[in-house]
């Protein structure tokens, strides 16, 4: 748990490290000690301390396809698919990730072992939460703990030389250094790195790597530059001279000049300086100051000024190197080439030739020293001397001044900076050649001893040295001497000034010595030179030395007991300065704890005091504003390692301690601020306790433990125990007491406290932090104030989100995890809080720890999952128990329940399911109604749903939504992620990832306030106004974002879906079985689901997965859910069923048909029979109809079929299609046999392929009417008939259901009465009444019987015998036979009777009544009765009056009316008999039809009416033209002999009331054999035309098609005997016409006066004797034949005889006004017989 860590010092690398060089004892010394200690130990850091957490990649997602009815994306995707695989292969670059997280595929269903249950759908959580981010999540919990990053100072970089170059070539090795230095401040940054370059003759073959220089930097700064400074060995006086580098032109030095500088630089150890320069890093208008060699050149003169201009190139390429190029041309100016300045994220060569140049800065910063560095630099200024020298300075460390002769100590550091180079005991600067004041500019760095005493001094030697060339070597000349003691100079910062002496003697240093010593110069200050010192052994603050000291003198016991001067040195501490103190904060911090640990109360006290004191200030005077000052956090979390077991731990002590603080302050002492102090950096004590008890555990256990086995918890002494659950208990107190009154502190400190707890939950027994837990809990127990609560679910949600969480045992041996069972409690206490927030925060924290455990790699197998889903699944119970609770909450947070209770859901065992559905039933239900809202909540909407954003969430009045809201249904979580990145989304091409810009920052960058983009703007204008749209937001996303985001939502809802399917069908299958408790009469569970299913939007996924389900369902439970108790549901499933064979994707298309087979296989096998069925699917088909958009527009604006109605004819064809079958139910994914398969209970096979073909074909007609009535629609208004016969045929259609025929019968009763069609509307209300008497009739309810029906089916016959077994059948809810009673039937022959009798048919009037009295008489309703007989009365009379009318009484005209001509649609080529008002003449019909017909013919067709009644032949036509022929027609009567030649008369058949029923028709044409078109009697020949309609008048339409035709032919003869045959039996008629009563003689009067005036007055005899001129003189005698002469004759005679008859009559009615009329008519028939007697002599003898 705890690991060894190297420590960063990366800052601080061999070179630089302070070793013990003088190998000192340090335990004299146990500060040092210490520091040294805290300085080198290797950090001990906690892994798991900030949580640990391995996420598997989350599935990819694929486009769910949700379709319409008009849709068919799926075969669109395919196509598409298949086109882009043509071109390119996609790289898969291109493909946007669809999650947050890249990840790889999430593991395949088929990899799964055989045993792990199978899912339907994917996992619901990662479409919920695609972007979860743990990291993201923790982060926003208050008081969280970040980890410590390390803080690195900006920047590396590394330096190498490569090489330089002169005109005149190099010749001799030129040396240098480089160091960092700040132009502005003047100030050297960093010590100096050494490098040489060599001629290439000198260079040694075996040494081939240079070493680079790496320097720190805090920050790009242009003020920050390299400082180069070149010397070369000191050339002999008069020699080759340094001005042959500064030639412009090329110059060659000759071969004994180059001998003479290598042979020299050979022999001469000594260097001069040469030249320097200054290397911009950070500007790219490269200044350097170009100074030539004779001007001073130690960095920290005065005199680098300003900067000259200077060539120089940046160039950013791709080498990895800081490389430098020195080139040295004309005169002064230098020319640096400095390419690729790459920034690179580590070092890249060994460490071992890598130097690492010390950072001056190191020892200024505000920060704690991290490593252990003590040395001190030298920097010989200037030496002011008399006259010329060569001079040069030594310099050495010694220990005392007693004796000279005594070697210095080994304290110079090397300047070649290879490791195994070893200290050496002198250093030497450079030459300054003939200078009279020599300057210098040499760094030298020494190591100092880890304490000085004041005889530790610095001793310089001061040379000078001849170069002559005679000598064989230059010769050094002391010329005097120069000591500084370390104690009282160390730490100047200032220059310091020395005298020369001119020799040493013993005791130099001190006065007594110093007396003896000569000066030069007259003992003047002549000697300048600067220190500085660097270390992090030697606090220079005073008060902290004293501390050190006192804590010496306490640990070595040599100061007094009592301690005083430690408590004093103590107490003063608090006045150290801030950097002081910062910097020597760990090894202070160190030794303090040690004083509490093993310190006597006192000390304890006063150390804790000033331990909070300092790290309160550390907190409030860093510059870090963090809650954990980052200082302290890495103090606790990597530094502090509890004296590395030298000593018992610290935790004991400082709980004692701190618990003891508290406890005072708990019994009311005064405890001074320092109370708040400790409690505000609690967090900072309380880390260190529990890494104190890490550190001991893994020493307990380090070395028991075999290799990779976790240490075991730790048990806590008992005592020890106490201490901190006082504590803790004090410390609750104060976050009680202080979050009333609203103190932030109080939320800091609670969170402090979880994550102590949460802390040791990792070290000590978990049953032991229980404790806490419970302890927390009972202080904040059930619905605390907001504040509180909070600071509850912060503490929750601190402590669960531990890695272990899933692992913790329960309280007591035998209880599962405590954590969540108490986590489970208080929030669903929290979801029921007014607050509203709290809620939602309660509702966050639970869905995030679900993702934690379903993404994390540990719990990935079954088991695990089904181990948490049991943890989790106690809260479904809690919710089911009460479910207000869950109602109250408000969408989002529903979202985030329903989502937690499927995923549970989903990875429980059956077993545990099972328990939750066996409790009751009501309890059951409620499951299931969690189902059904998880379905609402997550439907899939089309995106123009999106509701308003803010105006659907319960936000506390006048707060913002915290982020805009993207998505109403995903988690909210996700529209953090948006915002981020849409913020992120514009970024500069080419930026590193954290990165600098080497080149100049760009300043287009926008500030964070202002938008990069146009889409930033618009998404920012948003999230300001809260009335925008989630619509307006989701359009102002990045198009790759927006389609993420519609991604994770089409997938959310598709995995939802299957997910309550899933455990739908468990559930079936577990009913089943009946080991649930549900109510099995009605199934509701199912059916509420399915009905949800159903009636929502589904994509494709979830329509294949949906059928066999649906199949095994109905499979189980078909007997329940076809019951009666289940019509409603049943009615849902039929009508949804046939509104996805509408659909135009195939796959939804077949399924649907499918469905529809598996209900008619269940209502064969449960009620042997599909009426019931059929009813239903007649019943939906026509609810459908008012949906679906039956036709649709032509582009010449006529209608025609529409798709969808196509597609549902051809999805009712399939259904009867035994061929396909087997094919669908294998597209399906159901067993070919699925149909004929028979259930358990079942013996046989019930399936019959002819029913369900009759099933069909009833769903066809009902479709075909209901689409001819739609193409209808704009001639409704025009063409009454047509509209009417519409309303007809969906009547029929929807036969067998009695409402919608009823429905239908009406409303053609109501398209009658608006034509004024009586008779029509009247029968439309006789066929109503008929369907309820025989459903009453069938249910033997009522008074009427079979025999009332035939009376009626004889006025309408199409009241049929064949409903009356469907009516009951029709029993649907809002359907059916409840609604046919005795009183609608009245209701209805009322109405009828009422329009019979505006039709004048009364005797069809008195049959109604007939039917109505025995209502009236079982009900004694005799008031009813009274009025029903009046109204007979009234009726008969009618009836009378009709009859003796003299003029016959019609009803109704009746026409022929032929079609010919394509645009007549239908009706080309058809013959229809349309009934007419009486009124209506031939005139008016042809008007009104052509008018009607007109409307229908386009350009190219011309309407023509045949003006005779003559057979038409269809191919004499002319094709543009369309034909109507319109004939009147005659009705036929039962009984008549339509052979008979008579002439027919009306009125003949009026006789008797029969009932004026007709189907026959007829008409007589007159034509002549030879041609003419007309001839006389003789010629005349008549063709009679029999027509039969299709059913009968009075119909339920104006129309009837004429479905039989016949004729005859009359010869000319029998014409004229029929003529008079008509004639005689006319008034024959009359005069034997029996009279109801003798006083009713004046009607029969009339009538016969008009029939003797048409037979014998002499104006009229033309008739009879024209036919005795024409057939019986002359010619046309001969021809005919005796028979027919004979018949002729006959029938003339009889005429004659009946006239006779007829006049006696007349006399004897006649009164004294008709005397004259009389006399005419004795006249008219004498002078007729007179007539007659020319032809037939027999007639005189006859009459």
């Known amino acids: 748990m705890l690991h060894l860590r190297q420590r960063r010092d990366a800052v601080a690398p061999a070179t630089t490290r302070w070793r013990n060089t003088f190998e000192e004892n340090l335990e004299q010394w146990p500060h040092l000690n210490e520091l040294v200690h805290c300085y080198t130990t290797d950090w001990v850091k906690d892994e798991n301390k900030y949580g640990h957490y391995d996420s598997v990649g989350t599935p990819s997602f694929h486009n769910q396809i949700y379709e319409g009815p008009d849709t068919d994306i799926e075969t669109e995707m395919r196509l598409a698919g298949a086109r882009q695989t043509k071109g390119d292969d996609i790289s898969e670059d291109d493909i946007p990730s669809t999650s947050g997280r890249q990840f790889m595929e999430g593991a395949d269903g088929d990899l799964l072992p055989s045993d792990v249950p199978k899912h339907i759908g994917q996992s619901l959580l990662p479409a919920y939460e695609p972007a979860f981010d743990w990291e993201n999540e923790r982060a926003l919990i208050f008081g969280q703990r970040i980890p410590e990053t390390p803080v690195l100072h900006g920047m590396k970089i590394s330096v190498k030389v490569q090489s330089l170059q002169f005109q005149a070539g190099l010749a001799e090795p030129f040396y240098g250094t480089m160091c960092l230095y700040n132009r502005e401040r003047r100030e050297k940054l960093s010590e100096d790195f050494y490098f040489h370059v060599l001629p290439t003759e000198m260079q040694n073959a075996k040494i081939t790597c240079e070493p680079r220089a790496v320097f720190y930097l805090d920050a790009p700064s242009a003020s920050v530059c390299l400082l180069i400074q070149l010397e070369k060995h000191a050339t002999e006086e008069g020699g080759v001279t340094a001005s042959v580098y500064s030639r412009k032109d090329p110059v060659h030095l000759t071969e004994r000049e180059k001998q003479k500088l290598q042979v020299w630089s050979k022999i001469m150890p000594y260097k001069e300086s040469f030249t320097w320069t200054i290397v911009s890093l950070f500007d790219s208008s490269i200044g350097a100051a170009s100074v030539g060699p004779a001007s001073p050149s130690s960095p920290l003169a005065p005199s680098i000024s300003g900067s000259s201009s200077h060539e120089g190139v940046f160039d950013t390429s791709a080498k990895i190197s800081l490389d430098g190029k020195l080139s040295y041309s004309n005169g002064n100016s230098v020319v640096v080439e400095v390419s690729n300045l790459n920034k690179v994220k580590e070092s890249y060569t060994e460490e071992s030739l890598q130097f690492h140049a010390f950072d001056f800065r190191t020892t200024t910063r505000n920060e704690p020293f991290l490593q252990l560095f003590h040395c001190l630099y030298v920097y010989p200024l200037t030496v002011s001397l008399g006259r010329k020298r060569n001079l040069f300075i030594r310099v050495e460390l010694r220990?005392?001044?007693?004796?000279?002769?005594?070697?210095?100590?080994?304290?110079?550091?090397?300047?070649?900076?290879?490791?195994?180079?070893?200290?050496?005991?002198?250093?030497?600067?450079?030459?300054?050649?003939?200078?009279?004041?020599?300057?210098?500019?040499?760094?030298?760095?020494?190591?100092?001893?880890?304490?000085?005493?004041?005889?530790?001094?610095?001793?310089?030697?001061?040379?000078?040295?001849?170069?002559?060339?005679?000598?064989?070597?230059?010769?050094?000349?002391?010329?005097?001497?120069?000591?500084?003691?370390?104690?009282?100079?160390?730490?100047?910062?200032?220059?310091?000034?020395?005298?020369?002496?001119?020799?040493?003697?013993?005791?130099?240093?001190?006065?007594?010595?110093?007396?003896?010593?000569?000066?030069?110069?007259?003992?003047?200050?002549?000697?300048?030179?600067?220190?500085?010192?660097?270390?992090?052994?030697?606090?220079?603050?005073?008060?902290?030395?004293?501390?050190?000291?006192?804590?010496?003198?306490?640990?070595?016991?040599?100061?007094?007991?009592?301690?005083?001067?430690?408590?004093?040195?103590?107490?003063?501490?608090?006045?150290?300065?801030?950097?002081?103190?910062?910097?020597?904060?760990?090894?202070?911090?160190?030794?303090?704890?040690?004083?509490?640990?093993?310190?006597?109360?006192?000390?304890?006290?006063?150390?804790?005091?000033?331990?909070?004191?300092?790290?309160?200030?550390?907190?409030?005077?860093?510059?870090?504003?963090?809650?954990?000052?980052?200082?302290?956090?890495?103090?606790?979390?990597?530094?502090?390692?509890?004296?590395?077991?030298?000593?018992?731990?610290?935790?004991?002590?400082?709980?004692?301690?701190?618990?003891?603080?508290?406890?005072?302050?708990?019994?009311?002492?005064?405890?001074?601020?320092?109370?708040?102090?400790?409690?505000?950096?609690?967090?900072?004590?309380?880390?260190?306790?529990?890494?104190?008890?890490?550190?001991?555990?893994?020493?307990?256990?380090?070395?028991?433990?075999?290799?990779?086995?976790?240490?075991?918890?730790?048990?806590?002494?008992?005592?020890?125990?106490?201490?901190?659950?006082?504590?803790?208990?004090?410390?609750?107190?104060?976050?009680?007491?202080?979050?009333?009154?609203?103190?932030?502190?109080?939320?800091?400190?609670?969170?402090?406290?979880?994550?102590?707890?949460?802390?040791?939950?990792?070290?000590?027994?978990?049953?032991?932090?229980?404790?806490?837990?419970?302890?927390?809990?009972?202080?904040?127990?059930?619905?605390?104030?907001?504040?509180?609560?909070?600071?509850?679910?912060?503490?929750?949600?601190?402590?669960?989100?531990?890695?272990?969480?899933?692992?913790?045992?329960?309280?007591?041996?035998?209880?599962?995890?405590?954590?969540?069972?108490?986590?489970?409690?208080?929030?669903?206490?929290?979801?029921?809080?007014?607050?509203?927030?709290?809620?939602?925060?309660?509702?966050?924290?639970?869905?995030?720890?679900?993702?934690?455990?379903?993404?994390?790699?540990?719990?990935?197998?079954?088991?695990?999952?089904?181990?948490?889903?049991?943890?989790?699944?106690?809260?479904?119970?809690q919710i089911l128990d009460e479910m207000p609770v869950f109602y109250n909450l408000n969408s989002v947070e529903k979202r985030e329940v329903s989502i937690v209770i499927l995923q549970i859901v989903r990875n429980l065992d059956d077993a545990s399911l099972v328990k939750a559905w066996q409790q009751s039933i009501a309890r059951t239900r409620l499951f299931f109604k969690l189902m059904e809202e998880c379905l609402l909540l997550f439907e899939h909407k089309k995106p123009a749903d999106g509701m308003l954003l803010g105006s659907s969430s319960r936000n506390p009045v006048g707060e913002a939504p915290a982020s805009p809201k993207y998505s109403d249904r995903l988690s909210p979580a996700i529209n953090n992620y948006l915002s981020e990145a849409s913020r992120q989304e514009v970024r500069p091409q080419g930026t590193p990832d954290n990165g600098y810009l080497w080149q100049r920052v760009n300043s287009q960058l926008s500030s964070p306030s202002q938008p990069y983009s146009l889409r930033e703007a618009l998404a920012q204008a948003q999230s300001s106004r809260i009335g925008a749209s989630a619509q307006a937001l989701r359009e102002s996303l990045h198009p790759l974002l927006r389609q993420k985001l519609e991604l994770w939502e089409e997938n959310l809802s598709a995995f939802i879906s299957l997910q309550v399917l899933e455990v739908t069908e468990k559930f079936s299958m577990m009913a089943a079985s009946h080991s649930i408790a549900t109510d099995y009469g009605k199934l509701d569970c199912i059916t509420a689901v399915f009905m949800s299913f159903l009636s929502r939007n589904q994509p494709l996924t979830f329509w294949k997965a949906f059928f066999p389900v649906f199949n095994s369902v109905f499979d189980l439970h078909g007997a329940t859910l076809m019951a009666r108790e289940n019509d409603r549901f049943l009615k849902q499933v039929t009508f949804h069923l046939l509104r996805l064979a509408v659909f135009q994707n195939e796959n939804i298309r077949q399924r649907a048909v499918v469905g529809l087979q598996i209900l008619v296989r269940s209502s064969f096998h449960y009620f042997m029979q599909t009426a019931r069925l059929r009813v239903m699917l007649i019943i939906t088909l026509s609810e459908l109809m008012s949906d679906v958009q039956v036709t649709q527009m032509r582009s010449d604006g006529s209608l025609e079929e529409s798709g969808e109605a196509r597609r549902l004819r051809k999805s009712v064809d399939e259904m009867k299609d035994e061929t396909k079958n087997a094919y669908l139910l294998k597209e399906c994914g159901l067993p070919e046999n699925a149909l004929v398969t028979v259930p358990e209970k079942m013996t046989e096979n019930r399936w019959s392929w002819s029913e369900v073909k009759y099933l069909s074909d009833s769903l066809l007609l009902a479709l075909d009417g209901s689409l001819e009535h739609a193409l209808?629609?704009?001639?409704?208004?025009?063409?009454?008939?047509?509209?009417?016969?519409?309303?007809?045929?969906?009547?029929?259609?929807?036969?067998?259901?009695?409402?919608?025929?009823?429905?239908?019968?009406?409303?053609?009763?109501?398209?009658?009465?608006?034509?004024?069609?009586?008779?029509?509307?009247?029968?439309?209300?006789?066929?109503?009444a008929g369907v309820v008497m025989q459903a009453l009739v069938a249910r033997n309810d009522g008074v009427w019987s079979k025999d009332h029906v035939s009376a009626l089916r004889k006025i309408c016959p199409m009241v049929s015998n064949e409903i009356t077994s469907e009516a009951s059948a029709a029993e649907v809810e809002g359907y059916g036979a409840s609604k046919l009673t005795v009183d609608s039937a009245v209701k209805y022959l009322q109405l009828a009777n009422k329009l019979f009798s505006q039709a004048e048919l009364f005797h069809f009037c008195a049959s109604i009544l007939e039917l109505v009295i025995p209502v009236y008489k079982s009900r004694r309703a005799y008031g009813q009765l009274a009025k029903c007989h009046t109204l007979l009365t009234n009726i008969y009379e009618s009836i009378l009056e009709q009859e003796s009318s003299p003029i016959p009484f019609t009803n109704a005209t009746y026409y022929r009316v032929g079609f010919y001509g394509v645009r007549f649609g239908k009706l080309d080529k058809k013959e229809y008999v349309y009934r007419e008002p009486r009124d209506v003449r031939l005139g008016d019909i042809m008007e009104k039809l052509s008018h009607t017909y007109e409307s229908r013919m386009d350009g190219n067709h011309t309407l023509h009416i045949i003006p005779d009644s003559r057979q038409v032949k269809a191919e004499e036509l002319q094709p543009g033209v369309c034909y109507l022929q319109i004939t009147a027609v005659d009705p036929v009567m039962e009984d008549e002999d339509l052979g008979s030649r008579r002439e027919r008369i009306f009125s003949l058949s009026t006789g008797s009331v029969r009932a004026r029923v007709f189907d026959r028709f007829l008409f007589d044409t007159p034509f002549t054999k030879n041609g003419k078109t007309q001839g006389g009697l003789e010629d005349q020949w008549k063709r009679r035309t029999v027509l039969r309609t299709e059913g009968s008048f009075p119909a339920l339409v104006n129309r009837l098609l004429v479905i039989k035709s016949e004729s005859l032919e009359f010869s000319p003869v029998e014409n004229a005997i029929g003529m008079i045959e008509t004639r005689t039996a006319a008034l024959r008629n009359e005069l034997e016409e029996p009279r109801s009563s003798e006083g009713d003689q004046l009607p029969r009067l009339q009538s016969l006066q008009r029939i003797l005036q048409g037979s014998v007055a002499v104006q009229v005899n033309s008739g009879v004797l024209s036919v005795c001129t024409a057939f019986l003189s002359g010619e046309p005698a001969t021809r005919l034949r005796s028979q027919e002469l004979q018949q002729l004759i006959a029938a003339l005679l009889e005429f004659m005889a009946v006239c006779k008859r007829a006049i006696r009559v007349h006399f004897r009615l006649i009164g004294e006004e008709d005397q004259d009329f009389h006399t005419q008519l004795v006249n008219g028939f004498q002078s007729l017989t007179a007539e007659l007697s020319h032809y037939i002599p027999a007639i005189l003898s006859e009459l």
């Open 399 to 877: 220990e005392d001044d007693g004796d000279i002769r005594r070697q210095p100590l080994e304290a110079i550091y090397p300047r070649d900076p290879g490791l195994d180079a070893s200290f050496q005991k002198w250093g030497h600067t450079q030459v300054a050649v003939g200078a009279r004041v020599a300057c210098y500019h040499d760094e030298i760095k020494l190591s100092l001893p880890a304490m000085w005493t004041p005889m530790h001094h610095l001793l310089f030697t001061l040379f000078h040295v001849d170069l002559q060339t005679k000598l064989d070597a230059p010769k050094p000349v002391v010329i005097g001497y120069a000591a500084l003691p370390l104690s009282s100079h160390a730490q100047l910062r200032s220059e310091i000034n020395l005298p020369i002496m001119r020799e040493l003697v013993p005791h130099y240093l001190q006065d007594a010595g110093r007396e003896r010593l000569d000066y030069l110069e007259d003992g003047k200050s002549v000697f300048r030179l600067r220190l500085r010192l660097c270390s992090s052994l030697y606090p220079i603050n005073e008060r902290i030395r004293d501390f050190f000291l006192e804590y010496d003198r306490h640990t070595l016991r040599t100061s007094p007991p009592w301690g005083s001067e430690l408590l004093e040195a103590i107490n003063s501490l608090k006045n150290v300065d801030s950097t002081a103190l910062l910097q020597f904060l760990h090894p202070i911090l160190n030794m303090l704890l040690h004083l509490i640990g093993n310190g006597g109360e006192t000390l304890q006290v006063a150390a804790f005091r000033a331990m909070v004191n300092i790290v309160t200030r550390v907190q409030q005077e860093s510059v870090d504003d963090a809650e954990r000052n980052h200082f302290l956090v890495n103090y606790v979390d990597c530094a502090f390692d509890d004296f590395g077991g030298r000593q018992p731990p610290v935790y004991p002590g400082l709980s004692t301690v701190w618990g003891s603080l508290a406890r005072s302050k708990a019994k009311g002492y005064r405890v001074g601020p320092v109370y708040d102090d400790v409690l505000a950096m609690a967090w900072f004590f309380l880390e260190l306790i529990v890494k104190s008890m890490a550190l001991e555990k893994t020493r307990l256990f380090y070395h028991s433990l075999p290799i990779g086995e976790d240490i075991p918890p730790m048990q806590l002494k008992d005592g020890v125990f106490r201490c901190i659950l006082q504590l803790y208990d004090c410390l609750l107190t104060e976050v009680h007491e202080r979050c009333k009154k609203g103190l932030s502190l109080a939320k800091r400190l609670n969170s402090s406290l979880a994550f102590f707890c949460y802390d040791l939950l990792s070290i000590i027994e978990p049953r032991q932090v229980f404790e806490l837990v419970s302890l927390y809990l009972d202080k904040f127990s059930g619905v605390c104030q907001s504040v509180l609560h909070e600071c509850k679910l912060t503490f929750l949600q601190i402590i669960c989100d531990h890695d272990l969480f899933v692992e913790m045992p329960g309280r007591d041996p035998s209880d599962r995890n405590y954590l969540s069972s108490v986590l489970i409690q208080e929030l669903f206490v929290t979801w029921d809080h007014e607050d509203l927030s709290l809620r939602a925060k309660a509702a966050r924290i639970l869905v995030v720890l679900l993702c934690k455990h379903e993404f994390d790699v540990r719990y990935q197998k079954p088991e695990d999952k089904l181990y948490i889903a049991q943890l989790y699944f106690p809260l479904v119970g």
């Open 1272 to 1328: 209808l629609a704009p001639m409704m208004t025009m063409d009454r008939y047509a509209a009417a016969e519409s309303f007809y045929k969906l009547a029929m259609a929807f036969a067998p259901v009695p409402d919608l025929h009823i429905m239908w019968l009406l409303h053609l009763c109501d398209a009658h009465q608006e034509m004024q069609s009586w008779a029509e509307a009247a029968q439309c209300a006789v066929a109503v």
